[in-house]
């Protein structure tokens, strides 16, 4: 357990519908990320959020859109997603975002994307 | 812009052998280094990370990597592996300004 919980654990969805991912975490940490996890490449960075503002957005699609409530709750809501979405969705914590580029980030375990 | 190559998707090793997954990167300003762990249905978990000081860093759990400016390498390594060993490797670089850059990952499978 890394005081990072995602859920749901798995999801499948259709391309017409809308369903959202919850990240939790109680670590008291200022900064969150979510991740995509394709097989076979790099991890891909999506969104940072630091004091609930977001600082970075890697020109993801607008069918995925974020939101981050306080510092300890982030979501990833999602609408008429592709087959090719399909992937590991990672949220992530660390004390802080940018500044301190050698601070850890802890991981939640991820949501297991299937879109049909 | 920084990147990270990790050359093997793929490391099968037996038990108890020594095992090496390889890591580069780019970067055109100092960087702060890291190996990332994936167990099975888990998220990732920190291992050990090189920020500045001695070039070899250790885990807790017997593996050790090495940060080699020249070769712009930071290659994990360890003597005697374990089927529990079994796992994703992310290695990843982060400069002062930016998050964490991730290579693709090594699979490392521990065969009995």
């Known amino acids: 357990e890394t005081g990072v919980t995602q859920t749901p654990r798995h999801l499948v969805m259709g391309m017409t519908n809308k369903k959202s991912l919850k990240c939790e975490q109680h670590l008291g940490h200022n900064a969150m990320y979510w991740y995509k996890q394709s097989a076979k490449k790099p991890l891909e960075l999506m969104f940072v959020y630091n004091f609930k503002e977001q600082t970075e957005n890697n020109s993801v699609p607008s069918r995925f859109s974020p939101e981050c409530p306080n510092s300890s709750h982030l979501f990833l809501h999602l609408h008429t997603l592709q087959p090719e979405d399909s992937a590991l969705y990672l949220c992530?914590?660390?004390?802080?975002?940018?500044?301190?580029?050698?601070?850890?980030?802890?991981f939640g375990q991820g949501t297991r994307l299937t879109v049909v | 812009a920084q990147s990270v190559t990790q050359l093997d998707s793929q490391v099968p090793v037996f038990e108890e052998a020594p095992v090496e997954l390889r890591c580069n990167y780019s970067s055109s300003v100092s960087v702060y280094l890291f190996w990332y762990v994936q167990y099975p249905n888990q998220g990732l978990q920190l291992l050990l990370k090189?920020?500045?000081?001695?070039?070899l860093v250790k885990s807790i759990n017997g593996f050790e990597a090495e940060f080699n400016k020249s070769q712009t390498s930071f290659h994990l390594r360890k003597p005697s592996v374990h089927i529990s060993d079994t796992a994703e490797y992310f290695c990843?670089?982060?400069?002062?300004?930016?998050?964490?850059?991730f290579g693709s990952g090594t699979q490392l499978t521990v065969l009995p």
């Open positions: 992530a914590s660390s004390q802080d975002a940018g500044a301190r580029a050698d601070t850890e980030a802890f």
């Open positions: 990843a670089v982060s400069d002062p300004a930016r998050q964490l850059t």
């Open positions: 090189y920020l500045s000081g001695s070039t």
